[in-house]
């Protein structure tokens, strides 16, 4: 760990798990925590479930889209959830859910107000570079079955 300025900064371990279907749209999942305390099973089972539900009552149109999906242990118990498809070729869309602690039990949407707002941190940063390279050798494929099997295929593990 490295202390700059307000925040001790530390290296997290992304982990690839099974694909999600949701209605038409194939999504890599990927879970970002760090290597000693890693997404607890019934947190992903609850993720899982939530994106499964947003998208079966059409609070998440992601029909015929691929993307990703990232699961973000921050801290000892809030989690950000963060689907993410592309769109129009060469456009990455999010929505930002989040569930924090014991209290809440679910997840929920994020608000994001004002025209200044977070995006992503540099740990998930870490695994959108890889999903970058990925879809940008999509885009020069034959744009296929093959190729999304390859796009679906091509995850990250490891260090962020």
Request: net charge negative.
């Amino acid at each position: 760990m490295l202390w700059h300025g307000r925040a001790m900064h530390r290296r997290k371990y992304a982990r690839p798990g099974p694909v999600l279907a949701l209605k038409g749209a194939s999504l890599k999942w990927y879970e970002i925590a760090p290597a000693e305390a890693p997404v607890p099973a019934e947190i992903s089972a609850l993720a899982r479930s939530f994106l499964e539900r947003e998208a079966e009552r059409g609070a998440m149109k992601v029909e015929g889209e691929q993307g990703f999906v990232l699961l973000h242990r921050c801290g000892e118990s809030f989690y950000f959830l963060l689907p993410c498809t592309w769109r129009n070729g060469n456009e990455l869309w999010e929505t930002v859910y989040a569930k924090d602690g014991p209290g809440s039990p679910d997840f929920a949407i994020v608000p994001l107000h004002g025209p200044h707002r977070p995006t992503y941190c540099v740990w998930e940063l870490g695994v959108i570079q890889r999903e970058q390279q990925a879809w940008d050798s999509y885009l020069f494929s034959q744009g296929d079955d093959a190729a999304r099997t390859e796009y679906l295929r091509a995850g990250y593990e490891g260090p962020v």
